[in-house]
T-cell receptor, first 113, second 114 residues
Framework: EPEVTQTPSHQVTQMGQEVILRCVPISNHLYFYWYRQILGQKVEFLVSFYNNEISEKSEIFDDQFSVERPDGSNFTLKIRSTKLEDSAMYFC???????????FGPGTRLTVL | AQSVTQPDIHITVSEGASLELRCNYSYGATPYLFWYVQSPGQGLQLLLKYFSGDTLVQGIKGFEAEFKRSQSSFNLRKPSVHWSDAAEYFCAVGAQAAGNKLTFGGGTRVLVKP
């Protein structure tokens, strides 16, 4: 069964450094999402992406964050200058169409020191 | 704005006993509703979903959920819990427009005792 994959599984970085989290969506999916889950807290929506542009973003998704699909397969989340509070599990999710299930990847645990 | 409340943070249940997890949502139209399960250190696995039609939906691993519009609820049930059901369970509501984001509840951690 097709799966969403994410790399790396764990990323440790120093505060102020840039990180790029990568997601490979299920091949025929058209809608892409990033969510995050700070340890012990609920899963929070960051951004949705369709047709090579952002559809919606949350208040969390400020100018330090960006997304792109550079090669038509990978879907990336970039954090330009990481802060301690960016430490979280980041989940990618994808879906085929609007009225469809979002399938989640296994997540990338980001630790900012 | 959409929101989800899961009133129970922790539930402990004996193996073989029944389980019910509560979920209340707030959304201005007919919602898409989901239950996901997360085992420790793992991602989110879909248990079941409601889009329309029959308000009692069946999912994987013997779970079911009932959509009650009048109560704005989508409670998850399992008649007989197995030790492998110990995990965290998240209810989510999906918008039917724009980016179709999911809004999650705070989760309910289920502990299963022998």
């Amino acid at each position: 069964e097709p799966e969403v994959t994410q790399t790396p599984s764990h990323q440790v970085t120093q505060m102020g450094q840039e990180v790029i989290l990568r997601c490979v969506p299920i091949s025929n999916h058209l809608y892409f999402y990033w969510y995050r889950q700070i340890l012990g807290q609920k899963v929070e929506f960051l951004v949705s992406f369709y047709n090579n542009e952002i559809s919606e973003k949350s208040e969390i998704f400020d100018d330090q964050f960006s997304v792109e699909r550079p090669d038509g397969s990978n879907f990336t989340l970039k954090i330009r200058s990481t802060k301690l509070e960016d430490s979280a599990m980041y989940f990618c999710a994808t879906r085929i169409g609007i009225a469809d299930t979002q399938y989640f990847g296994p997540g990338t645990r980001l630790t900012v020191l | 704005a959409q929101s989800v409340t899961q009133p129970d943070i922790h539930i402990t249940v004996s193996e073989g006993a029944s389980l019910e997890l509560r979920c209340n949502y707030s959304y201005g139209a007919t919602p898409y509703l989901f239950w996901y399960v997360q085992s420790p250190g793992q991602g989110l696995q879909l248990l079941l979903k409601y889009f329309s039609g029959d308000t009692l939906v069946q999912g994987i691993k013997g779970f079911e959920a009932e959509f009650k519009r009048s109560q704005s609820s989508f409670n998850l049930r399992k008649p007989s819990v197995h030790w492998s059901d110990a995990a965290e369970y998240f209810c989510a509501v999906g918008a039917q427009a724009a980016g179709n984001k999911l809004t999650f509840g705070g989760g309910t951690r289920v502990l299963v005792k022998p």
